[in-house]
């Protein structure tokens, strides 16, 4: 619930975008060694992404949401978007693709994806490569008939979710890893 810029979540944590700008400043400092020298708030508007990265103006916005899962959690999602900042700025490779970002997230300890939030809808569908058996997670139907493999160029296979299958990994939308 917003009120007068503080962020409450469950009676638990009080956040004002100042206390936001001071955390991901001293986080910045201790875990990258440089300072954070651009703006950082939050943005209600934000449904399911834990942060986003500004590459125009180097601005960070959080999604005020995800300060349910605790201090802990929130902070590691403070690290994946100064990851972007900092690479960003020294001109690496700062995509969630590219290996620069890859292997400082793992360095410093962020989440390489946002938690899931209580209420978000879990995926219906999954997608599985026969010949490599990639798999996939799909709200939506597709037809697979159309589509191949990015990994391998093998045929794919569309069937519905199983409760046990959203807990195994392998790029599941609910491995925060």
């Not at 391998?152 to 890893?177: I, S």
Request: charged residues 25%; contains cysteine; hydrophobic residues 35%.
């Amino acid at each position: 619930m917003y009120v007068k810029n503080e962020w409450f979540v469950s009676g638990e944590m009080a956040l004002t975008d100042s206390e936001l700008q001071a955390w991901v400043e001293s986080i910045s400092l201790s875990c990258f060694g440089k300072p954070f020298l651009h703006e950082a708030r939050f943005n209600p508007r934000l449904k399911t992404t834990g942060g986003r990265y500004h590459l125009g103006d180097h601005r960070i916005e959080m999604n005020p949401k995800h300060l349910i899962h605790g201090q802990e959690v929130f902070g590691k999602i403070i690290l994946h978007e100064l990851c972007h900042y900092h690479l960003h700025l020294e001109g690496k490779g700062y995509r969630h693709r590219d290996r620069d970002f890859k292997q400082l997230l793992a360095a410093v300890g962020g989440l390489r994806y946002a938690p899931r939030l209580p209420g978000q809808t879990k995926p219906k569908y999954v997608v599985h490569c026969l010949a490599c058996g990639r798999r996939a997670f799909r709200q939506r139907q597709m037809q697979v008939d159309r589509y191949r493999c990015a990994q391998c160029g093998g045929r794919l296979k569309l069937e519905q979710v199983v409760a046990e299958q959203l807990n195994k990994g392998d790029g599941c939308l609910d491995d925060t890893e």
